[in-house]
T-cell receptor, first 114, second 114 residues
Framework: AQKITQTQPGMFVQEKEAVTLDCTYD???????LFWYKQPSSGEMIFLIY??????QNATEGRYSLNFQKARKSANLVISASQLGDSAMYFC???????????FGSGTRLQVQP | DVKVTQSSRYLVKRTGEKVFLECVQD?????MFWYRQDPGLGLRLIYF???????EKGDIPEGYSVSREKKERFSLILESASTNQTSMYLC?????????????FGPGTRLTVL
C-alpha cells in the first residue's frame, strides 16, 4: 500500500531565505508520480510541482524545486527566496499504477516571518 | 482555466439529515474525486469516479455514497449525517491519461453536523 510521511507539522522561515519541506514515500510500484500542493488559509489546493519516478532530473517550477532521491524514497520540496505569501499548508502526495487517486501526507504548515 | 466548483463553502446540518454535496467541473475531465480533510490526517479519499455512472470506493467510504449521472457533475451523499462527519470536503477532477496528471481541486465545503 502507498504511504506518504511528512514529519514536520510546522516550520518557520525568514523572508528571503530558502526552506526545505520533507516528504518520504513508500510504494512497491516502480512507476509512480509525486506531487506537491499548497493550501493557503482560504482553503483551495494549488498544484505546485510534479516528479515522475522515471524522470532523470529533479523537477523545478520557478522558486519551487523537488529534491528527488529515489533510493531513499524522498521527495523534498525546496522553496527558494521565501515570501510572506508562501505561508500556507503544504501537502506531499503520490499516485502509482495501482491507484489513480492521490495519497496525501499529513501536511506541513509553513510560516514565513518578515 | 480549469474550474471546479462546489455547491456550498459552509454547511450546517443536524444529525440524521441526508446531505448532498455537489461538485461540477468544466474541463471535460473523466476522473472526479471526493476527499475529506481533517487536521493532522491530510486528505483522505472517500470515493472516485472514472466515468459516468462508474464509481470506486476510496479509503473511507463508510457512511457515504456518490452519484455521477453526468460527466461534469459528481455528488457526495451522506445518507444519515453524524457528528463524526464534521469535516472539510474537497472535490477534485483530472483527465484519465496513461501518465500521471495533476488533480484540480474545488474550494472545499466545510460541513458541520450538530
Amino acid at each position: 500500500a502507498q504511504k506518504i510521511t511528512q514529519t514536520q507539522p510546522g516550520m518557520f522561515v525568514q523572508e528571503k531565505e530558502a526552506v526545505t519541506l520533507d516528504c518520504t514515500y513508500d510504494t512497491s510500484d516502480p512507476s509512480y508520480g509525486l506531487f506537491w500542493y499548497k493550501q493557503p488559509s482560504s482553503g483551495e489546493m494549488i498544484f505546485l510541482i510534479y516528479q515522475g519516478s522515471y524522470d532523470q532530473q529533479n523537477a523545478t517550477e520557478g522558486r519551487y524545486s523537488l529534491n528527488f532521491q529515489k533510493a531513499r524514497k524522498s521527495a523534498n520540496l525546496v522553496i527558494s527566496a521565501s515570501q510572506l505569501g508562501d505561508s500556507a499548508m503544504y501537502f506531499c502526495a503520490m499516485m502509482d499504477t495501482g491507484r489513480r487517486a492521490l495519497t496525501f501526507g499529513s501536511g506541513t504548515r509553513l510560516q514565513v516571518q518578515p | 482555466d480549469v474550474k471546479v466548483t462546489q455547491s456550498s463553502r459552509y454547511l450546517v446540518k443536524r444529525t440524521g439529515e441526508k446531505v448532498f454535496l455537489e461538485c461540477v467541473q468544466d474541463m471535460d475531465h473523466e476522473n472526479m474525486f471526493w476527499y475529506r480533510q481533517d487536521p493532522g490526517l491530510g486528505l483522505r479519499l472517500i470515493y472516485f469516479s472514472y466515468d459516468v455512472k462508474m464509481k470506486e470506493k476510496g479509503d473511507i467510504p463508510e457512511g457515504y455514497s456518490v452519484s455521477r449521472e453526468k460527466k461534469e457533475r459528481f455528488s457526495l451523499i451522506l445518507e444519515s449525517a453524524s457528528t463524526n462527519q464534521t469535516s472539510m470536503y474537497l472535490c477534485a477532477s483530472s483527465f484519465r491519461r496513461v501518465s500521471y496528471n495533476e488533480q484540480f481541486f474545488g474550494p472545499g465545503t466545510r460541513l458541520t453536523v450538530l
